[in-house]
């Protein structure tokens, strides 16, 4: 478990849930790790994450290069987006958590974190936390992750329903839950790790340095001319998680904004109107994906003075 001290400032790295456009995600941590000159997790306290976030996320929190992910993300992500059924794409996913997170559990992790999923029952937030003080109550029966494997908890934070099955994870207690997409109810963690430092580490609002990063915002693809009725009315049920989710981003940063105007912040989630951008979460061209991840190399480049101030 981590025990690392408390330190000013206070640094905190949160990912959006975007699935392949993690892609954008990864440009951007590719330059700020160049920027700092070592690994992610040594320089940030708290990494949260959602969805395609939770999975990046995770992997900083176990001590993995960007380089290391991107790696990754380049074997399997494309595999997993170009399959239609739900089934078989978390069957993918499984594998996907299997290959990368082995029997890792919470208490592996070198820095805090946070993986965000959406209870389906009973329609609240589950977050799986590998440290007691970021309990906000409850700490006399707490676990790492509820006792669950990192892998079963990143699965279940990227289950974006009905695209993905949902995914039942059993808690140490015997508790059986079943999860979905943690973008559902944060898709920017960001007020959710924020809330974390401030209520229950006590970190003082004018301590904190956030960075929150986004996949960025495209222009949704079109169907081809001559397409079948069922891959037309498939793309637009994509377009309708894809438009639910942005709405949860923009909200959630709005509400962020307002409740910690105080906390210094950089957010960094470009908007690309190109026609040649268009693209979604499903997005499985290793060469778009490739640009949408040049793209976020270029968004750092914007606020590259100001991380320098958090983070050196």
């Given at each position: 478990?981590v025990t690392?001290q408390?330190?000013?400032?206070y640094?905190?790295l949160?990912?959006?849930?975007?699935?392949?456009k993690?892609?954008?995600t990864?440009?951007?941590?590719?330059?700020?790790?160049?920027l700092?000159?070592?690994?992610l997790h040594e320089?940030f306290?708290l990494?949260?994450g959602?969805?395609?976030g939770?999975?990046?996320?995770s992997?900083?929190?176990l001590?993995?290069s960007?380089?290391?992910?991107?790696d990754?993300?380049k074997?399997?992500?494309p595999d997993?987006?170009k399959?239609?059924?739900?089934n078989?794409?978390?069957?993918?996913?499984a594998?996907?958590?299997k290959?990368?997170f082995k029997?890792?559990?919470f208490?592996?992790?070198?820095?805090?974190v946070?993986?965000?999923?959406?209870?389906?029952?009973i329609?609240?937030?589950l977050?799986f936390?590998?440290?007691i003080?970021?309990a906000h109550?409850?700490k006399?029966t707490?676990q790492?992750g509820?006792?669950v494997?990192?892998g079963?908890?990143?699965?279940a934070?990227?289950?974006?329903?009905?695209f993905?099955?949902p995914?039942?994870?059993?808690?140490?207690?015997?508790?059986?839950?079943?999860l979905?997409?943690?973008?559902?109810?944060?898709n920017?963690p960001?007020?959710?790790?924020?809330?974390?430092a401030t209520?229950s580490?006590?970190?003082?609002?004018?301590?904190?340095?956030?960075?929150?990063?986004g996949v960025?915002v495209y222009?949704?693809?079109?169907?081809?001319?001559?397409s079948?009725?069922?891959w037309a009315?498939?793309?637009?049920s994509?377009?309708?998680l894809?438009?639910?989710l942005e709405i949860n981003?923009?909200?959630?940063?709005?509400?962020?904004s307002i409740?910690?105007?105080?906390?210094?912040?950089v957010?960094?989630?470009?908007?690309?109107?190109q026609?040649e951008?268009?693209?979604?979460l499903?997005?499985?061209?290793l060469?778009?994906?490739?640009?949408l991840r040049?793209?976020?190399?270029?968004?750092?480049?914007?606020v590259?003075?100001?991380l320098k101030?958090f983070?050196l």
């Open positions: 478990m690392r408390k330190s000013k400032p640094r905190i949160s990912l959006d849930g975007g699935g392949a993690g892609f954008y990864l440009g951007v941590l590719a330059e700020i790790e160049g700092i000159g070592c690994r320089r306290d990494v949260f959602t969805s395609t939770s999975i990046i996320g992997m900083i929190a001590g993995m960007v380089d290391e992910i991107h990754l993300y074997k399997f992500v997993i987006m399959l239609k059924k739900p078989d794409k978390s069957a993918k996913l594998e996907l958590a290959e990368i029997n890792a559990k208490d592996d992790v070198k820095t805090a946070g993986v965000v999923t959406t209870n389906w029952d329609e609240r937030p977050i936390k590998a440290n003080s970021q109550g409850r006399g707490f790492p509820f006792g494997s990192i079963d908890a990143v699965q934070s990227c289950s974006a329903f009905p993905f099955a995914k039942t994870v059993t808690k140490a207690n015997g508790d059986e839950v079943k979905v997409d943690g973008g559902y109810c944060a920017n960001t007020l959710y790790a924020i809330a974390d209520g580490l006590n970190i003082a609002h004018q301590d904190l340095r956030v960075v929150s990063v960025g222009p949704s693809p079109k169907a081809p001319l001559f079948k009725m069922y009315k498939y793309l637009l994509v377009q309708l894809q438009k639910t981003t923009q909200s959630m940063d709005q509400l962020r409740l910690f105007k105080d906390v210094p912040t957010r960094i989630s470009d908007t690309f109107e026609p951008m268009a693209t979604d499903f997005e499985h061209n060469k778009k994906l490739n640009m040049q793209r976020g190399r270029e968004s750092f480049a914007k590259e003075s100001t101030d983070l």
